[in-house]
């Protein structure tokens, strides 16, 4: 049935978004950021305030929210993420789920804790037949933006000279400061990109995932999945994973409905089993 | 036997000395404050405030004392924190409850304590045969899921499907339902469960939809209701002929105006609606709304404030005595005029009784509200005899 | 130097007093503190829990989120066990050990191979997997709404569970105590040394002939059969077992907690369970709605401060009074 | 005398890269062999088939004339077949005196005590103090390992690889960075092994070579390009073309 294939895949496109910034977080440099999902509902929340209550035109705020939690991201970043860069992953656990418990009460406090949604404008809630497939409008705007994000990352980690400026700084730090690169700057443009994009994902999918301050824990596992199965070092491997994941989840519901999110679970544990780096990671050398 | 009662009298000893003496009630309020539920504790904390600030907090000569504490929604927590608030703060009353294994949980204990347990969220129909010291006054699920199938059948719906949550109150939705169809002459198509955490509804709306019936049956926990009826609206289904039905849950007050247009015309059966049309419910929503800048009392909330109220003519009927069983004892056959309309405490299974109402969403003072235009009186747990 | 050696040697597994000191106040406050059992319960329960992560993270190094996996088998055993007239507690709790342990062994293969982010995620599979497994078993687990009918009988035939949590949190550290001067007896075996030296070096481990698959797999087990302990003491201390048990928060807190106090030197675990239930519990009294916020600004403040400086300084202040 | 460790047309391929190509090595009992060979000659490629961390593409490793050629790492040390490392490993939270215990237990079979302490066995305490003492690690046995001077550690590398009783002990350049004034102690431990313990040293100081080696192998791209006598090498002029282009030239 190709409008299930079609909701997956938007589905998936949304959390491509939404994680890759924690796959360039966590392959790059290396930092386990689960605190990213709380950088998404930040974008979402600026986006249901912009939309819903100042009224700004829903198209204009996407941006806003990712430049806003990219914001957020370079503050975060500046002031408390530069002291755990060299700390134990254990410690970097510590540090962002507690700042994931700090943005969902400050949310909580501030907002509310029903579910909010931002209000679709009208052109997106309507449906296209296209060659007998039922296609909702929102949903191929989600598809368009997530797949143009893809091939946008794609390009500027390996065509330009910030990528590779930036893969240079994860590879040796010190050979790279050596050759004049500014490493801290270089992480620091990484990680609002991160946040940014989390942002934007965050307003956009609000429509599909909702808005409340649990959103982070909620979706970290789904985060997880997507950077695991799909490789943390590339943009392809966990866009691949993403789409893979949604359209399997929204299938295996459709078809399966009773198996409930067996089935996902059951097929990342076999996928890292059987390919411990990711399903898409180039395979090691040697 | 002996030596065993002997051990816990030996145990117990040292907490008795303090036991005596109250002239203040206290009544602990578990609720989930934080996770996946807050949104349920925060509406019956409101609310309980609200109830405290207008009639005081004194009543039959006793003082009135609210604790409030979080349980997370976790059931481990709410038994302790139960537990602990009636052996450390010794509260004459537990109440709230957000979700049946919540409830099931502190069942035994409250039993054991011979403390009553006033439930102001969870709905599952079994909780209240738990124990002789529950009293429930949010609502039963069977109550919405048979009236809305009563209301299907006598308009002319011939088919449904039904999509709950996969837990007890998503079951007893689904089974009550389906019972009152078929009793109707009409058909379930087919009976989808959704699980607790599911974040794209798309998938089950979808299968819904395939199945092509006239109607479709929704429940889900309050919080989720407004992701399904978006989705909904979403994939057109709106506009293909099928009909949303939901239990009040689904169109939820506090959420409602954040759900957006897609809502309108919607049909649900519930018991409270912030629009019920009564003296009584105007001012409570208004105060309520006075207190709580921002939010909407929805079901829960008037689940608080009549549990409290409960709570107060209990504690006026037993001149201020405390008794575990005594208080029980008064609640039963209690009635008045709540938000809701008229609602009673089932002398024999101290459940809930009230109306159940036929309502349609529509804008009101460029509002959201559930609109009632139709009254089953007086209805009782359809799944208790 | 003989002497020298051996004397360092004994030394490694000898009681210092903090440790003595711990203990004592442990047991202390059972008499002292009698209004605070039922939370010293959960905390003992935690603390056990936490005890058998360290053995996996902190001595064998296999980070774990999934870790709940075994703590809900364990529950549920001696849940299950419990509601099918079985209500002897050591025997359920014994039956819970062993199952899963039975459990840890059988997923423990799953874990030798890949990298932290890996065993992250098979770990975290693992319990997913399983708490859809207990989901979907609701004619056995309840489901959603929780393992009803438990009836769980006294303690040694003798001491019946009180409300007041007193005899549950004696269980509890008798249990506790127990299972930990086992781990810490292992731990400074030869056996313990050599899991050490497989999260020390992998390579240079086999290069003296040591199995490293095997003690992963040994300490795997071993940790998995503690923490299905753990999961039975909640489950017959509260007699009632619902799906939290099982739920990726749970493998989340306990990893918090574990982390809160400090790797590898067993003793993390039990006093992170103490921080961290204590300032939940008080923080959650003071600001029911907000107290998320708080323990999150501690988790924070503690990594960006670092832990040392912050719990440095009490020990600190007693190395200067001591001088 | 029959052999202790032979291999018989060893050779491991990565994808098409043959790194080890047909090699046949002989040590008799109490042999002090040396292998040598140019970088990327593929010695340490040759040291892991041998230890087994890598599977050889084809060939046989015989132990005492037993095939272990898919026996595991540590049961091949258990038979006897030791090495170091050339870049340490060692386990950096212990001290030389657990780093020792815990392999003088192993080589006792206790290794798998899970009741009784480390140090409750008189033997353990005892192979513990003859090994540090040899390698003159006494005086820092409480120390913690990775605090301790490179050096030192060097020595410790050894010192565990002794701990664990070799029949046959490979030395992966033992001298490696380790300073000039810290190299005779190295030297001299391993000078001090049993005469029945055979030795297979890798390394690139022609000094060290000349002066340990009974017998000489010359290692280059994978195979085997000759073996004799340290006199016989040293006239070799094809050897001496393989170095001409490298520093030893």
């Known amino acids: 049935m190709l409008t299930i294939l079609f909701d997956g895949i938007a589905y998936g496109m949304i959390l491509f978004v939404l994680a890759v910034g924690l796959s360039v977080t966590l392959g790059l440099m290396n930092v386990v950021n689960l605190a990213h999902g709380a950088f998404a509902m930040a974008g979402g929340y600026v986006g249901v305030v912009l939309v819903n209550r100042l ?21 975060l970043e500046r002031t408390l993420y ?129 808005l409340d301050p649990n959103f982070p824990l909620k979706f970290m596992v789904y985060f997880l999945i997507v950077v695991t199965v799909g490789g943390a070092s590339s943009i392809f491997g966990p866009f691949l994973a993403a789409l893979l994941l949604g359209v399997a989840d929204v299938a295996g519901k459709y078809y399966l409905p009773a198996a409930g999110a067996f089935v996902i679970y059951s097929v990342m544990l076999v996928v890292l089993i059987l390919r411990p780096q990711g399903l898409f990671a180039p395979r090691s050398g040697r | 036997m002996i030596r065993r009662s002997f051990m816990a009298a030996l145990l117990a000893v040292p907490f008795v000395a303090s036991a005596q003496a109250q002239q203040t009630v206290k009544i602990g309020l578990i609720v989930p404050m934080t996770g996946q539920s807050q949104s349920t504790g925060k509406q019956i904390d409101a609310a309980v405030r609200l109830y405290l600030q207008q009639h005081g907090d004194t009543v039959a000569g006793k003082k009135i004392e609210v604790v409030l504490r979080d349980d997370g929604g976790v059931a481990d927590t709410t038994k302790r924190v139960a537990q602990e608030l009636i052996v450390r703060d010794k509260v004459s009353v537990l109440a709230g409850f957000g979700l049946t294994p919540l409830a099931m949980a502190t069942a035994p204990l409250a039993a054991q304590a011979k403390v009553p347990m006033v439930v102001m969220a969870a709905a599952t129909s079994i909780i209240t045969a738990q124990n002789p010291f529950i009293v429930r006054t949010s609502q039963v699920l069977p109550q919405p899921a048979a009236a809305m199938a009563q209301w299907a059948v006598e308009n002319g719906i011939k088919s449904a499907v039904t999509l709950v949550t996969d837990y007890g109150p998503g079951i007893d939705a689904e089974t009550w339902f389906a019972k009152r169809m078929k009793e109707g002459g009409a058909e379930v198509l087919a009976s989808l469960r959704m699980p607790l955490a599911s974040p794209d509804f798309a998938p089950f709306l979808q299968r819904a939809a395939d ?83 921002g939010m909407r009392p929805n079901f829960m909330a008037v689940a608080g404030y009549d549990g409290m109220h409960a709570i107060y003519q209990a504690l ?9 069983a005594a208080l ?58 | 130097m003989r002497a020298a050696a051996q004397a360092a040697l004994a030394d490694l597994g000898r009681w210092r ?99 932290d982010l890996t065993r992250l995620m098979v770990t975290l599979s693992v319990s997913l997997v399983l708490f859809e497994v207990a989901n979907r078993m609701a004619w056995l687990t309840g489901g959603a709404d929780g393992l009803q009918g438990m009836v769980v009988g006294p303690v040694l035939g003798w001491f019946a569970f009180d409300i007041f949590g007193s005899v549950a949190y004696a269980y509890s550290l008798v249990v506790l105590f127990g299972l930990f001067l086992v781990a810490r007896r292992v731990m400074h075996s030869p056996f313990g040394l050599s899991v050490r030296a497989v999260k020390g070096n992998a390579l240079r481990t086999a290069a003296i002939g040591i199995p490293v698959n095997g003690r992963l797999v040994a300490i795997y087990t071993m940790a998995a059969g503690y923490a299905g302990v753990a999961g039975g003491l909640l489950a017959q201390t509260t007699q009632f077992v619902s799906l939290d048990v099982i739920a990726f928060h749970r493998s989340a807190d306990v990893m918090l907690t574990l982390v809160l106090g400090g790797v590898g030197y067993l003793y993390g675990g039990l006093i992170g369970a103490l921080v961290f239930k204590w300032a939940q519990s008080w923080l959650s009294d003071l600001t029911p709605e907000y107290w998320q916020f708080w323990i999150g600004l501690v988790f924070v403040a503690l990594v960006v401060i670092g832990r040392e400086r912050v719990f440095g300084w009490p020990a600190a202040v007693l190395r200067r009074i001591a001088r | 005398m029959t052999a202790v460790l032979e291999t018989i047309g060893l050779e491991r391929r ?70 170091t490392f050339q870049i340490n490993q060692l386990f950096g939270d212990f001290t030389p005196l657990t780093t020792v215990g815990l392999a003088v237990s192993r080589r006792l079979g206790l290794d798998t005590q899970v009741w009784r302490r480390l140090g409750s066995r008189k033997a353990v305490v005892d192979g513990c103090v003859e090994v540090l003492e040899r390698f003159g690690l006494l005086d820092v046995m409480n120390t913690k390992v990775a605090t301790l001077p490179y050096g030192r550690q060097r020595l410790l590398e050894i010192a565990t690889a002794i701990a664990c009783g070799p029949r046959v002990l490979l030395l992966d350049e033992p ?23 055979t030795v297979l040293l890798i390394e690139h100081d022609m000094d060290l070579v000349f002066r340990f080696a009974q017998r000489i192998s010359v290692l280059v791209n994978g195979a085997i390009l000759t073996e004799g006598t340290p006199s016989e090498i040293a006239a070799d002029h094809r050897v001496r073309a393989v170095y001409l282009g490298s520093d030893h030239g």
Request: glycine share 14%; aromatic share 8%.
């Open chain 2, 316 to 324: 006026v009927k037993t001149k201020g005595d405390t008794d575990g």
């Open chain 3, 17 to 115: 007093w903090p440790e003595v000191a711990f203990w004592v106040a442990a047991w202390g406050s059972w008499l002292l503190l009698p209004e605070q059992h039922l939370l010293l319960n959960e905390v003992a329960i935690l603390g056990l829990f936490a005890l058998s992560l360290d053995l996996v993270l902190g001595f064998a190094g296999i980070i774990s989120l999934g870790h709940a996996a075994f703590f809900g088998c364990g529950a549920y055993v001696a849940g299950i066990l419990a509601r099918l007239g079985w209500g002897d507690p050591v025997l359920g709790l014994l039956a819970a050990g062993l199952v899963a342990m039975g459990l840890g062994f059988v997923t423990s293969f799953l874990v030798l191979r890949g990298s």
């Open chain 4, 14 to 83: 990565f994808g098409g890269l043959i790194a080890t190509s047909n090699v046949a090595l002989r040590l008799e009992r109490g042999a002090r062999h040396a292998l040598i060979g140019p970088n990327g000659a593929g010695k340490t490629t040759l040291v892991n088939l041998l230890t087994g961390v890598l599977a050889p593409s084809a060939g046989r490793i015989l132990l005492d004339g037993v095939d272990i050629t898919t026996l595991r790492q540590d049961r091949r040390v258990r038979r006897g077949l030791v090495r």
């Open chain 1, 82 to 210: 530069v002291h755990v860069y060299g700390k134990s992953h254990l410690d970097q656990v510590l540090f962002t789920i507690g700042l994931v418990f700090m943005a969902s009460s400050a949310v909580s406090w501030a907002l509310g804790s029903q579910q909010v949604f931002i209000e679709l404008p009208g052109f997106l809630r309507q449906r296209f037949e296209v060659f007998g497939v039922s296609m909702g409008a929102y949903r191929l705007l989600v598809i368009g933006v997530c797949g143009a994000l893809a091939v946008g990352l794609q390009v500027l980690l390996s065509r330009t000279r910030f990528g590779s400026r930036l893969r240079a700084a994860v590879d040796d730090p010190v050979v790279a400061r050596g050759l004049g690169i500014e490493v801290g700057r270089i992480f620091l443009l990484t990680f609002a990109l991160g946040s940014g994009l989390a942002g934007l994902g965050g307003a956009l999918g609000a429509e599909i995932l909702g």
């Open chain 2, 328 to 385: 029980v004892e008064a609640m039963k056959g209690l009635s008045w005029e709540s938000p809701r309309g008229p609602m009673m405490i089932d002398p024999q299974t101290r459940d809930v009784v009230h109306n159940l109402y036929i309502r349609k969403v529509e804008r009101v003072d460029s509002e959201l509200y559930n609109v009632e235009f139709a009254t089953i009186p007086m209805m009782k747990d359809p799944a208790k005899p």
């Open chain 4, 175 to 197: 001298a490696a960075g380790v300073p000039e004034a810290e190299r005779e102690g190295i030297l001299a431990g391993v000078a001090a092994l049993p005469a029945d313990v």
């Open chain 2, 211 to 293: 199945a092509k019936p006239q109607a479709m049956f929704v429940f889900v926990p309050s919080g989720q209701g407004a992701a399904v009826a978006r989705q909904f609206a979403e994939r057109g289904l709106d506009k293909s002929g099928i009909r949303l039905i939901a239990t009040g849950d689904v169109t939820d007050d506090d959420q409602l105006n954040g759900m957006g247009d897609v809502m309108l015309g919607v049909v649900n059966a519930g018991h409270y609606s912030a629009a019920h049309d009564s003296a009584v419910n105007k001012a409570f929503v208004g105060a309520f709304k006075a207190a709580n800048p």
């Open chain 1, 55 to 75: 009224g700004v035109p829903y198209l204009a705020a996407l941006p806003l929210a990712a430049v806003a939690a990219a914001l957020i991201g370079v503050v």
